[in-house]
Protein backbone atom coordinates (compact mmCIF):
# COMPACT_ATOMS: atom_id res chain seq x y z
CA UNK A 1 0.00 0.00 0.00
CA UNK A 2 1.56 3.91 -1.10
CA UNK A 3 -0.04 6.66 0.49
CA UNK A 4 0.10 9.20 -2.71
CA UNK A 5 -0.41 13.17 -1.25
CA UNK A 6 -0.59 16.98 -2.49
CA UNK A 7 1.64 19.32 -1.08
CA UNK A 8 -1.72 21.32 -0.09
CA UNK A 9 -2.02 17.63 2.57
CA UNK A 10 1.20 16.81 2.69
CA UNK A 11 1.77 16.79 6.77
CA UNK A 12 -1.71 15.41 7.17
CA UNK A 13 -0.76 12.79 5.16
CA UNK A 14 2.69 12.42 6.32
CA UNK A 15 0.96 12.31 9.83
CA UNK A 16 -1.51 9.67 8.55
CA UNK A 17 0.96 7.35 6.97
CA UNK A 18 3.15 7.29 9.77
CA UNK A 19 -0.25 6.18 12.07
CA UNK A 20 -0.38 3.85 9.67
CA UNK A 21 2.98 2.60 8.83
CA UNK A 22 2.51 3.17 4.95
CA UNK A 23 5.29 4.92 3.10
CA UNK A 24 3.52 8.32 1.75
CA UNK A 25 4.85 9.84 -1.61
CA UNK A 26 3.88 13.40 -3.09
CA UNK A 27 2.17 13.92 -6.58
CA UNK A 28 4.19 16.29 -8.60
CA UNK A 29 1.68 18.99 -9.68
CA UNK A 30 2.52 21.90 -12.39
CA UNK A 31 0.29 24.89 -13.47
CA UNK A 32 0.57 26.01 -16.89
CA UNK A 33 0.06 29.51 -17.17
CA UNK A 34 -2.94 28.64 -19.42
CA UNK A 35 -4.26 26.91 -16.33
CA UNK A 36 -4.13 22.95 -16.68
CA UNK A 37 -2.51 21.58 -14.81
CA UNK A 38 0.49 18.47 -15.08
CA UNK A 39 0.60 15.71 -12.49
CA UNK A 40 3.72 13.23 -12.02
CA UNK A 41 2.91 10.06 -10.09
CA UNK A 42 5.92 7.79 -8.72
CA UNK A 43 6.37 5.29 -12.05
CA UNK A 44 5.92 2.25 -9.58
CA UNK A 45 2.88 1.31 -7.62
CA UNK A 46 1.67 -0.95 -5.25
CA UNK A 47 -1.86 -2.63 -5.72
CA UNK A 48 -3.53 -0.71 -3.17
CA UNK A 49 -2.96 3.32 -3.64
CA UNK A 50 -4.37 5.94 -1.30
CA UNK A 51 -4.40 9.44 -2.62
CA UNK A 52 -5.12 11.70 -0.10
CA UNK A 53 -6.60 15.25 -0.63
CA UNK A 54 -9.27 17.34 0.98
CA UNK A 55 -11.37 18.88 -1.53
CA UNK A 56 -11.57 22.74 -0.55
CA UNK A 57 -11.47 24.71 -3.81
CA UNK A 58 -12.49 22.22 -5.29
CA UNK A 59 -12.90 22.60 -9.34
CA UNK A 60 -9.06 22.50 -10.12
CA UNK A 61 -8.95 19.74 -7.70
CA UNK A 62 -11.62 17.47 -8.82
CA UNK A 63 -9.28 17.49 -12.25
CA UNK A 64 -6.72 16.60 -10.58
CA UNK A 65 -7.85 14.28 -8.96
CA UNK A 66 -9.01 12.57 -12.11
CA UNK A 67 -5.81 12.96 -14.28
CA UNK A 68 -4.39 11.37 -10.49
CA UNK A 69 -6.39 8.34 -10.56
CA UNK A 70 -6.45 7.30 -14.14
CA UNK A 71 -2.66 7.74 -14.10
CA UNK A 72 -2.16 5.17 -10.55
CA UNK A 73 -4.41 2.87 -12.33
CA UNK A 74 -2.06 2.93 -15.56
CA UNK A 75 1.25 3.09 -13.23
CA UNK A 76 -0.41 -0.26 -11.94
CA UNK A 77 -2.51 0.45 -8.71
CA UNK A 78 -5.58 -2.28 -8.99
CA UNK A 79 -7.60 -0.47 -6.16
CA UNK A 80 -7.70 2.92 -5.59
CA UNK A 81 -8.48 4.78 -1.94
CA UNK A 82 -9.85 8.64 -1.97
CA UNK A 83 -9.00 10.12 1.48
CA UNK A 84 -10.73 13.81 1.30
CA UNK A 85 -11.59 14.80 4.27
CA UNK A 86 -13.36 17.81 3.05
CA UNK A 87 -15.72 16.77 0.08
CA UNK A 88 -16.76 19.49 -1.96
CA UNK A 89 -19.91 19.60 -3.59
CA UNK A 90 -22.66 17.92 -0.89
CA UNK A 91 -24.56 20.64 -0.64
CA UNK A 92 -26.24 21.31 -3.33
CA UNK A 93 -28.69 18.15 -2.95
CA UNK A 94 -31.64 19.67 -4.88
CA UNK A 95 -32.14 21.74 -7.66
CA UNK A 96 -33.13 24.97 -5.54
CA UNK A 97 -34.56 26.41 -9.13
CA UNK A 98 -35.89 24.40 -12.06
CA UNK A 99 -32.87 23.61 -14.41
CA UNK A 100 -30.04 23.41 -11.51
CA UNK A 101 -27.50 20.88 -11.11
CA UNK A 102 -27.80 18.69 -8.68
CA UNK A 103 -23.99 18.51 -7.85
CA UNK A 104 -24.19 16.71 -5.00
CA UNK A 105 -25.82 13.78 -7.02
CA UNK A 106 -23.35 14.30 -10.06
CA UNK A 107 -20.08 14.47 -8.48
CA UNK A 108 -21.00 11.41 -6.26
CA UNK A 109 -21.58 9.37 -9.46
CA UNK A 110 -17.94 10.82 -10.55
CA UNK A 111 -16.38 10.22 -7.53
CA UNK A 112 -18.00 6.64 -7.77
CA UNK A 113 -16.77 6.05 -11.15
CA UNK A 114 -13.28 6.62 -10.32
CA UNK A 115 -12.63 5.36 -7.15
CA UNK A 116 -13.24 1.61 -4.86
CA UNK A 117 -13.18 3.68 -1.56
CA UNK A 118 -14.21 7.24 -0.48
CA UNK A 119 -13.40 8.32 3.21
CA UNK A 120 -14.15 11.58 4.11
CA UNK A 121 -15.21 13.54 7.23
CA UNK A 122 -18.49 15.49 8.61
CA UNK A 123 -19.31 15.27 5.57
CA UNK A 124 -22.87 17.94 4.62
CA UNK A 125 -25.28 15.47 4.46
CA UNK A 126 -28.94 17.23 4.89
CA UNK A 127 -31.82 15.74 2.75
CA UNK A 128 -29.68 12.16 2.32
CA UNK A 129 -28.35 9.96 5.40
CA UNK A 130 -25.67 7.93 4.08
CA UNK A 131 -22.75 8.99 1.92
CA UNK A 132 -23.44 6.04 -0.74
CA UNK A 133 -26.76 8.00 -1.71
CA UNK A 134 -24.35 10.06 -3.33
CA UNK A 135 -21.68 8.08 -4.25
CA UNK A 136 -22.66 4.86 -4.88
CA UNK A 137 -20.14 2.30 -3.84
CA UNK A 138 -20.19 0.31 -1.02
CA UNK A 139 -17.57 1.83 0.94
CA UNK A 140 -18.57 5.29 0.56
CA UNK A 141 -17.39 5.96 4.05
CA UNK A 142 -18.56 9.59 5.87
CA UNK A 143 -16.97 9.43 9.49
CA UNK A 144 -17.74 11.74 12.89
CA UNK A 145 -14.92 13.77 14.16
CA UNK A 146 -16.80 14.08 17.42
CA UNK A 147 -14.94 12.53 19.32
CA UNK A 148 -11.49 14.41 18.48
CA UNK A 149 -13.96 17.60 19.11
CA UNK A 150 -15.17 16.17 22.40
CA UNK A 151 -11.63 15.49 23.93
CA UNK A 152 -10.05 18.69 22.65
CA UNK A 153 -12.75 20.73 24.24
CA UNK A 154 -12.58 19.22 27.33
CA UNK A 155 -9.23 19.86 27.40
CA UNK A 156 -9.97 23.77 26.89
CA UNK A 157 -13.09 23.96 29.40
CA UNK A 158 -13.95 22.45 32.56
CA UNK A 159 -17.79 24.26 31.58
CA UNK A 160 -19.02 25.61 28.30
CA UNK A 161 -22.49 25.72 26.34
CA UNK A 162 -22.24 24.54 23.14
CA UNK A 163 -24.39 25.94 20.20
CA UNK A 164 -25.26 24.70 16.87
CA UNK A 165 -26.09 27.90 15.02
CA UNK A 166 -28.63 25.93 12.38
CA UNK A 167 -30.80 22.57 12.27
CA UNK A 168 -27.98 20.94 10.28
CA UNK A 169 -25.35 21.19 13.41
CA UNK A 170 -27.91 19.58 15.65
CA UNK A 171 -25.87 15.99 14.67
CA UNK A 172 -22.26 17.44 15.74
CA UNK A 173 -23.43 19.44 18.39
CA UNK A 174 -25.89 16.89 20.12
CA UNK A 175 -23.33 14.04 20.19
CA UNK A 176 -20.49 16.34 21.43
CA UNK A 177 -22.53 17.86 23.93
CA UNK A 178 -23.75 14.29 25.39
CA UNK A 179 -20.17 13.15 25.07
CA UNK A 180 -18.75 15.30 27.76
CA UNK A 181 -21.73 16.22 29.79
CA UNK A 182 -21.95 19.92 28.15
CA UNK A 183 -25.46 22.04 27.83
CA UNK A 184 -26.47 22.31 23.86
CA UNK A 185 -29.34 24.24 21.82
CA UNK A 186 -29.65 24.56 18.23
CA UNK A 187 -30.34 27.69 16.85
CA UNK A 188 -32.75 28.73 13.75
CA UNK A 189 -30.81 30.13 10.74
CA UNK A 190 -32.50 31.32 7.46
CA UNK A 191 -30.17 31.65 4.18
CA UNK A 192 -31.09 34.69 1.75
CA UNK A 193 -27.64 34.44 0.02
CA UNK A 194 -23.97 33.43 -0.10
CA UNK A 195 -23.13 36.65 2.71
CA UNK A 196 -26.70 37.22 4.19
CA UNK A 197 -28.08 34.96 7.05
CA UNK A 198 -30.28 34.88 9.57
CA UNK A 199 -30.55 33.60 12.63
CA UNK A 200 -32.61 33.37 15.67
CA UNK A 201 -31.03 31.58 18.88
CA UNK A 202 -32.90 29.29 20.83
CA UNK A 203 -34.59 29.89 24.43
CA UNK A 204 -32.12 29.49 26.70
CA UNK A 205 -29.92 31.59 29.25
CA UNK A 206 -26.81 32.32 27.45
CA UNK A 207 -26.16 35.31 29.93
CA UNK A 208 -22.62 35.33 31.76
CA UNK A 209 -21.77 31.80 30.05
CA UNK A 210 -18.94 30.83 27.85
CA UNK A 211 -20.64 29.20 24.86
CA UNK A 212 -18.67 27.22 21.91
CA UNK A 213 -20.23 27.27 18.42
CA UNK A 214 -19.69 23.99 16.62
CA UNK A 215 -20.23 23.83 12.97
CA UNK A 216 -19.05 21.35 9.83
CA UNK A 217 -17.34 24.37 7.79
CA UNK A 218 -16.77 28.11 7.96
CA UNK A 219 -17.22 29.09 4.51
CA UNK A 220 -17.88 33.17 4.13
CA UNK A 221 -17.99 33.28 8.20
CA UNK A 222 -21.49 35.28 8.21
CA UNK A 223 -23.43 32.45 10.21
CA UNK A 224 -20.48 32.00 12.83
CA UNK A 225 -20.65 36.13 12.85
CA UNK A 226 -24.54 36.29 13.16
CA UNK A 227 -23.99 33.65 15.40
CA UNK A 228 -21.58 35.32 17.49
CA UNK A 229 -23.28 38.84 17.29
CA UNK A 230 -26.34 37.53 19.17
CA UNK A 231 -24.89 35.21 21.21
CA UNK A 232 -23.25 38.47 22.89
CA UNK A 233 -26.03 40.79 22.76
CA UNK A 234 -28.04 37.72 25.17
CA UNK A 235 -24.95 38.31 27.31
CA UNK A 236 -22.34 35.28 27.04
CA UNK A 237 -19.40 36.06 28.73
CA UNK A 238 -17.19 34.78 25.67
CA UNK A 239 -17.93 32.96 22.32
CA UNK A 240 -15.64 30.33 20.53
CA UNK A 241 -15.99 28.65 17.32
CA UNK A 242 -14.86 25.33 16.43
CA UNK A 243 -15.36 23.47 12.84
CA UNK A 244 -14.45 21.20 11.17
CA UNK A 245 -13.75 22.21 8.23
CA UNK A 246 -12.07 25.65 7.97
CA UNK A 247 -12.85 26.86 4.15
CA UNK A 248 -12.37 30.20 5.43
CA UNK A 249 -13.19 32.15 2.29
CA UNK A 250 -12.06 35.57 1.26
CA UNK A 251 -12.60 37.64 4.64
CA UNK A 252 -14.38 35.04 6.60
CA UNK A 253 -12.04 34.86 9.39
CA UNK A 254 -11.42 38.89 9.83
CA UNK A 255 -15.60 38.93 9.68
CA UNK A 256 -15.74 36.24 12.50
CA UNK A 257 -12.95 37.49 14.51
CA UNK A 258 -14.34 41.55 14.29
CA UNK A 259 -17.65 40.03 15.23
CA UNK A 260 -16.39 39.31 18.68
CA UNK A 261 -15.49 35.91 18.44
CA UNK A 262 -12.48 35.26 20.87
CA UNK A 263 -10.91 32.18 19.54
CA UNK A 264 -11.64 29.42 17.03
CA UNK A 265 -10.18 26.51 16.46
CA UNK A 266 -10.52 23.49 13.29
CA UNK A 267 -9.67 20.20 12.54
CA UNK A 268 -6.59 19.53 10.25
CA UNK A 269 -9.21 18.57 7.17
CA UNK A 270 -7.98 21.59 6.02
CA UNK A 271 -4.83 23.54 6.38
CA UNK A 272 -5.43 26.33 8.48
CA UNK A 273 -3.66 28.23 10.50
CA UNK A 274 -6.94 27.42 13.06
CA UNK A 275 -6.40 23.73 12.41
CA UNK A 276 -5.39 22.24 15.99
CA UNK A 277 -7.58 18.94 16.12
CA UNK A 278 -5.79 16.38 14.08
CA UNK A 279 -7.51 13.79 11.91
CA UNK A 280 -5.10 10.85 11.61
CA UNK A 281 -5.95 8.30 13.83
CA UNK A 282 -9.78 8.64 13.18
CA UNK A 283 -8.56 8.51 9.43
CA UNK A 284 -6.67 5.67 9.76
CA UNK A 285 -9.13 3.28 11.56
CA UNK A 286 -11.63 4.13 9.24
CA UNK A 287 -9.05 2.49 6.46
CA UNK A 288 -7.94 -0.72 8.55
CA UNK A 289 -11.83 -1.21 8.59
CA UNK A 290 -11.76 -1.99 4.73
CA UNK A 291 -8.63 -3.56 4.52
C1 LIG B 1 -24.59 24.99 6.36
O1 LIG B 1 -25.67 24.59 6.76
C2 LIG B 1 -23.32 24.66 7.04
O2 LIG B 1 -23.49 23.80 8.11
C3 LIG B 1 -22.61 25.90 7.49
O3 LIG B 1 -23.34 26.50 8.54
C4 LIG B 1 -22.47 26.90 6.39
O4 LIG B 1 -22.03 26.27 5.24
C5 LIG B 1 -21.55 28.01 6.77
O5 LIG B 1 -21.50 28.89 5.73
P1 LIG B 1 -21.04 30.38 5.92
O6 LIG B 1 -19.74 30.36 6.67
O7 LIG B 1 -20.87 30.88 4.51
O8 LIG B 1 -22.10 31.11 6.64
Redesign the pocket.
Known amino acids: MLILAFEDYMVQAQRLGHTLGVAVQKVFLHHFPDGESLLRLPTSLPEHVIICRSLNQPNDKLIELMLCVQTAKELGAKRVTLVAPYLCYM ?1 QDIANQAGEAVSQQIIGKMLAGLFDDVITVDS ?1 L ?1 RISKLNQAIAINNAINLMATDEISDFLKQQFEYAVLLG ?5 QQWVSTIAKKIGFDYSVAE ?1 I ?1 QG ?2 Q ?1 SITLPEYDFNNKPVVII ?12 ATELLLAAGAKQVYVV ?1 THA ?3 GD ?1 EEHILQAGVKKVWSTDSISHSTACINLDHLLAAAIRKIL
Open positions: RHHPDAESKRDKVDDMASTGRTIAHVLFCA
